[in-house]
């Protein structure tokens, strides 16, 4: 019985028809990820101890019928930008080492009351910022299919860690499309719900307006689960939607759909097979009942200045917190509070996190806030405005999560452009707050992944995961691993 293999909606039903114990299953994942990870350096922390005496209380729970989630004792993990209470958290930087919270953010906390056992804390951009997991003080992560390839950022591990079998499903942060590009890289499902619709209390800030945890699955039907899971109005978050958590009944019916092709997505710089795996996927769906036409939204060439320009300046904001004073890294030596300051932040952050913040304080700075940060708020407002406009014909947009597959490590991080490029095709969804679903659609030459992207309008959650749902019913690509194509990381 290869455990790893199901879907966690199938070890769910496993549990509960007493197949399995909840323990048993903990320990191969343990197994399993103390068996792959130094190949490919998704967890950061393992908490194996914590693991197993959360699978043993919530064994009892499930036998005494006080714990009824179909993902009650079903392992996963979390992306270390969430806080989790009493385990380390460090946002991948040094500058949070050994920082324990003493509470967990909301997402995860309704995890654990739904049963999840937390198997570990997943490696990441440092803060978040990259599009590769290769700025993490820990090191990179390694995309399971193989020949030393990026997983995508930031939300590389909790990608990599589904795509390896490693776990049954993850929790992710989208600041761009953090959770939709390496969906895509790896081969898996994922899904950046609308802004408001997960509470982000918990989850260290990158870039606040923009950020948003969400889940990253085998398949849409474990992502609509967990979705249902954490989402819902939070009173601790400002910003959370006062609405009822989003519960999905996945027909596959989508007959009539309206699907929009926005042409200025398929033009220079995307990638042949890609762009062929893509339009192949629309036809597909064409087929199943969906109506698609190709539309123009030529406001997205805004996308990518406006996006840098609006996080960084937010992040230089965020990051000013971590001084060396409160928590975590702190030098041994230094002059006076300034120099502590100083060397905290010199030492603590890594190169791109300051780059980040120094492009961040210039848009900010006197004399450059209109020119810069106010106009790109304008042209948010602008980008939101074609995206609703958009919305009055179709029911959803079709078009690729990135520019590329996979590349290889090393390959972007020394070209910071070419990095922020990569983000071309995601970052007006978290501009316009909107809900984005990734799934798999194919392969390109190499038998690298490429992922379909799927956005729709506020709150429309149900339709994206519908469409994903009758993709996924008919094709397989989505239950197609690196190791049954025989890739080697």
């Known amino acids: 019985m290869d455990e790893m293999k199901w879907t966690a909606l199938e070890a769910g039903r496993r549990i509960r028809a007493h197949e399995i114990g909840v323990e048993e299953l903990t320990k191969a994942c343990l197994d399993e990820i103390k068996k792959t990870n130094d190949t490919y350096h998704s967890f950061i922390t393992i908490c194996e101890q914590e693991a197993m ?25 979390v992306k270390d930008n969430m806080c989790t209470k009493g385990i380390e958290t460090t946002c991948a930087s040094k500058i949070l080492t050994g920082f324990r919270p003493f509470y967990s953010s909301t997402a995860v906390h309704r995890l654990e009351e739904a049963g999840a056992v937390i198997l570990g ?33 930031s939300s590389g591990g909790s990608a990599a860690a589904v795509a ?35 509470s982000r209390y918990g989850l260290i800030a990158y870039a606040s307006s923009l950020d948003q945890i969400g889940p990253v699955g085998k398949n849409v039907e474990d992502i609509a689960e967990v979705l249902h899971i954490i989402s819902g109005h939070d009173p601790k978050d400002s910003t959370s939607v006062d609405a009822p958590a989003i519960k999905t009944v996945l027909t596959g019916d989508i007959q009539g759909m ?23 996927a629309a036809k597909k769906l064409e087929e199943l009942g969906a109506v698609v036409e190709e539309f123009s939204m030529p406001e997205i060439d805004y996308a990518i200045p406006t996006y840098y320009i609006i996080a960084c300046a937010e992040a230089s904001s965020n990051l000013s917190r971590f ?65 609703d406009r958009a919305f009055e014909k179709f029911d959803c947009i079709l078009s690729p999560t990135a520019p590329t597959t996979a590349l290889r490590l090393g390959e972007s991080l020394s070209d910071p452009l070419k990095m922020y490029l990569g983000d071309i095709y995601t970052v007006s969804v978290n501009l316009a707050g909107l809900p984005s679903l ?11 992944p490429v992922g379909l992207q799927l956005t729709g309008k506020a709150f429309s959650e149900s339709t994206l995961l519908n469409a994903g749902y009758a993709y996924q019913q ?16």
């Open 53 to 77: 005496a959360q699978a043993k209380k919530v064994q009892k729970g499930i036998d005494d019928g006080t714990l009824t989630s179909p993902l009650a004792g079903v392992p996963m993990a």
């Open 258 to 280: 309206r699907i929009g092709i926005p042409k200025e997505y398929f033009g220079e710089g995307l990638q042949k097979d890609v762009k062929d795996r893509v339009l192949e």
């Open 323 to 387: 001084d060396g004073v409160k928590y975590g890294y702190a030098p041994t030596e230094y002059k006076d509070l300034t120099d502590l300051y100083y060397k905290a932040r010199s030492q603590g952050f890594g190169m791109e996190v300051k780059r980040r913040i120094m492009i961040g304080a210039f848009v900010l700075s006197s004399g450059y806030y209109d020119a810069y940060y106010k106009k790109a708020l304008q042209v948010k407002a602008v980008i939101k405005q074609s995206f």
């Open 121 to 153: 804390k997943l490696n990441m951009d440092e803060f978040a910022m990259g599009s590769t997991s290769e700025t993490s003080f820990y090191g990179p992560v390694v995309n399971p299919w193989g020949e030393q390839r990026s997983p995508g950022g």
């Open 438 to 448: 990734v799934v798999p659609c194919g392969f390109d030459c190499e038998g690298l």
């Open 164 to 198: 390896a079998q490693q776990v049954f499903y993850t929790l992710g942060s989208d600041t761009g499309g953090s959770i939709r590009q390496p969906a895509s890289f790896c081969g898996v499902t994922g899904l950046k719900p609308t802004y408001g619709a997960v």
């Open 474 to 489: 008919a094709t397989q690509y989505h239950k197609i691993t690196p190791f049954a194509a025989g890739k080697e990381a």
